[in-house]
């Protein structure tokens, strides 16, 4: 069984992910802390995020590795684990720029099936659905208005002790939705056979629901 959730940023789709993961007992995938290790890259090798020729002759050198340590996911690059680095939001504007360019995604995307073949497995991302495994059994694309997804994201940013804005929080989230939708190769985009739940003003057990009940086919 391969579960396939495609969304903007912050509709979600890591926690539900998760829950699934779980309630089946099956693999998850995180295919944006892939992009982010990448992102990290750039920033820390002072790359032009937006120069595609420098980017790509970034992703030529860099080794990118995705373990499972207790269950989670960790992920290397060059050899070290970066869980703890990628989720700032100089990593986030990078990841999304760099995962622009095509060689970047088609080295990540093949990664990525290599993790999904031949077992069961949930992945989330912006392409899993209409590029990296569109013979998914389950799609589903996962969304919330941009403010509820700021809000969100306002309140987890505060809740770790960091400083957020809700109006600065909002503008990076529609800046990087239209980037994301944008791009040339393999754009955020819904499947035709992916299911829509848009989960504004749906508690996260709800929208497990939803999900389960899809798949189980009830
Ligand atoms: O899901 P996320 O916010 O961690 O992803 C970070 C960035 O990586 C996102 O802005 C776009 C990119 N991404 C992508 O292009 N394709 C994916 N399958 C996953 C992420």
């Known amino acids: 069984?391969?579960?396939?959730?495609?969304?903007?940023?912050?509709?979600?789709?890591?926690?539900?992910?998760k829950m699934l993961a779980r309630h089946y007992d099956i693999l998850?995938?995180?295919?944006?802390?892939?992009?982010?290790?990448?992102g990290l890259s750039a920033v820390r090798n002072h790359v032009d995020v937006y120069d595609f020729s420098a980017v790509s002759d970034l992703i030529k050198k860099?080794?990118?590795?995705?373990?499972?340590?207790?269950?989670?996911?960790a992920v290397y690059l060059d050899g070290e684990n970066v869980n703890g680095l990628i989720r700032t939001e100089e990593v986030s504007m990078a990841a999304s720029a760099?995962?622009?360019?095509?060689?970047?995604?088609?080295k990540l995307v093949e990664l990525q099936r290599e993790v999904a073949r031949g077992q069961s497995v949930v992945l989330d991302g912006r392409d899993i659905g209409?590029?990296?495994l569109p013979d998914a059994e389950f799609k589903f694309f996962l969304t919330a208005t941009a403010e509820e997804r700021a809000r969100r994201r306002t309140l987890e940013l505060q809740g770790r002790g960091l400083p957020a804005d809700y109006e600065t929080v909002l503008k990076q989230i529609i800046e990087r939705d239209h980037a994301d939708s944008t791009r040339a190769f393999a754009p955020l985009k819904q499947a035709e056979d992916a299911l829509l739940v848009d989960s504004t003003g749906l508690e996260i057990d709800e929208v497990l629901r939803i999900m389960t009940n899809a798949i189980d086919g009830e």
């Open 130 to 132: 209409t590029y990296v």
């Open 98 to 106: 760099v995962s622009a360019v095509p060689e970047v995604r088609i």
């Open 62 to 73: 860099v080794d990118v590795q995705v373990k499972y340590e207790n269950g989670a996911q």
């Open 28 to 38: 998850y995938l995180d295919t944006g802390a892939m992009y982010r290790a990448i």
């Open 1 to 17: 069984m391969r579960i396939a959730i495609d969304g903007p940023s912050g509709a979600g789709k890591s926690t539900i992910a």
